[in-house]
């Protein structure tokens, strides 16, 4: 989450959302498996708003996941998970 490339695609992602509804999806049933856990911190850690849509049909609003720390990078936030 700390490269350009990040950056970059996730600056697209956030001119997707503010013109229209978006969703990040895969496979995995639950976000905290799956890499929608690490989007969804760096979405939360940049002042966005997540919502996770669980198997059972309830809507919760994402909260930073307990192991994130987030450092201020002027710009952009940086994300990380220390062991």
């Not at 978006?22 to 799956?34: D, G, N, P, Y």
């Not at 929608?36 to 996941?65: C, E, M, N, Q, W």
């Not at 994130?68 to 998970?81: L, M, R, T």
């Given at each position: 989450?700390?490269?350009s490339?990040?950056?970059?695609?996730?600056?697209?992602?956030?001119?997707?959302?503010?013109?229209?509804?978006?969703?990040?999806?895969?496979?995995?049933?639950?976000?905290?498996?799956?890499?929608?856990?690490?989007?969804?911190?760096?979405?939360?850690?940049?002042?966005?708003?997540?919502?996770?849509?669980?198997?059972?049909?309830?809507?919760?609003?994402?909260?930073?996941?307990?192991e994130?720390?987030?450092?201020?990078?002027?710009?952009?936030?940086?994300?990380?998970?220390?062991?």
């Amino acid at each position: 989450m700390m490269t350009s490339s990040f950056r970059d695609a996730f600056a697209e992602l956030e001119q997707i959302a503010a013109a229209k509804r978006t969703a990040i999806m895969c496979s995995e049933s639950v976000f905290w498996r799956c890499h929608r856990r690490l989007v969804s911190d760096y979405t939360v850690a940049s002042s966005g708003t997540v919502h996770h849509i669980f198997p059972d049909g309830k809507i919760r609003p994402h909260t930073l996941t307990s192991e994130a720390v987030i450092k201020d990078s002027g710009d952009s936030p940086q994300v990380i998970y220390p062991a």
